[in-house]
């Protein structure tokens, strides 16, 4: 095969914005995966000839990440990293201040925890008869006073309630409920989209507005198959990222271990 | 416990964007599940009924699903779903192709497609000798003509040179893959994050610039465990989901049955 002759399918013929996209996306995971042990990234000539592209290239790439939050430039020290993405894993059903217990303290503003009558579609996906109340809790998560995520829970009642009097401000929800209730959760329905922030919600997250969001829809079970607890989570683009593993084969998605 | 006493958390004292956000969560789920079959929605005073919440902070919710591109409102008729949403499962490792398939026709606009010298950490994720060369691909990847996500993708040069002679623009990468190696892919580590799209990203994409992106790198493996296909994608936000299922226990996820 004539590698040479695909003159037009060339990767070095393509235009300044494809070359930077391409560059951005490597060095934006090199960032997340804290690649640059003291926060600062190797000069622009360095980077320019590590990428092979011309040096107006490799600014447009670092841009592209500056205008995401991630990096930016500082006068005689050169391009340092400043937004920190925190992991949180797919692979298996956990809540906030488990998955980032080691990146500080998970706290909880309770903007709202009472009964409500749900909407019908809520009550169908919790298997509800007609009439039945919800639990409803709505927090803003902080990691380290950071707001993370704006997170909006309905509850089974039995579910639910006791939760009202235990520490919704420092507990994962997830933990309350097998604590009261003494069983297991088992399976989670989980829905990823990314959405831009309105106006009022990006005022809560305290990002710009329009700014890209996680939108998760999270459905989870008791161990017996039961719905108990549907949430709708808003989580800031800038500081998260999603994690799995998946299986080529079969209906068994892989675990962690790969 | 005393419900009535927790006045400040109780979830009708909140303001009208907090209730608007709740009722636009819920509503937007509908819309993607595709809960409208004739592709309206109910009445404004039927919605806002049904949520409990003034005619006011409906018209908000739904203003937040007009600003999303999912509904609209046209005279006469009421509010219709305009956007459809594609399901992507994070349940498999799956292409597009395959996983789009009763939703209608992928094909790829193949925007470069040849050797080049990777970066040192794309090289390293690839498990690469030094001086090693990839096969650099970047696909604008079409359902039915609509422009869905932008994938740049390093293959291993004795995995990416067959397929540079097939038919790259109506086959996924991974049967390619499959069918010239004869050998079967494994796990995949996946990596999702929310993007702003950047002025080019969204002129390729057909979005507005800044529209909320899924962007997934996604680092592929023979079975045998070789890493040997690394992608960067970003997905339009407003055209795609992912989900998945999640179980508590354990270091394997479940698979989609639950």
């Known amino acids: ?54 040096r107006n290239a490799l600014r447009e790439a670092l841009d592209l990440l500056r205008e995401e939050g991630l990096i930016d430039r500082v006068p005689g020290v050169g391009t340092v990293v400043v937004g920190e993405k925190y992991p949180h894993g797919l692979d298996r059903l956990m809540g906030l201040a488990e998955v980032l217990h080691e990146h500080g303290e998970v706290t909880n503003d309770i903007r709202a925890a009472g009964p409500i009558r749900p909407p019908s579609s809520v009550a169908r996906r919790l298997r509800l008869a007609d009439g039945e109340h919800v639990v409803y809790v709505e927090r803003l998560r902080r990691l380290n006073g950071l707001p993370l995520s704006l997170d909006l829970t309905y509850l089974a009642m039995d579910v639910g309630l006791p939760l009202l009097d235990e520490d919704l401000r420092h507990r994962d929800i997830f933990s309350l409920i097998e604590q009261t209730s003494g069983r297991r959760l088992g399976t989670a329905a989980v829905t990823l989209e990314a959405v831009n922030a309105d106006l009022h919600a990006s005022t809560v997250l305290e990002v710009p507005r329009g700014a890209a969001l996680l939108v998760v829809e999270r459905l989870s079970h008791f161990a017996d198959g039961r719905p108990v607890d549907l949430e709708f989570i808003r989580l800031r683009g800038d500081r998260l990222t999603m994690s799995t593993v998946l299986n080529r084969v079969g209906s068994v998605a892989a675990g962690s271990g790969a």
């Open 1 to 54: 095969m004539d590698v040479g002759s695909r003159e037009q399918g060339a990767p070095d013929r393509r235009c300044r914005a494809d070359r930077a996209r391409q560059a951005a996306d490597v060095i934006r995971r090199q960032v997340v995966g804290r690649a640059f042990p003291d926060g600062v990234l190797p000069d622009e000539l360095v980077l320019a000839a590590e990428f092979g592209v011309s």
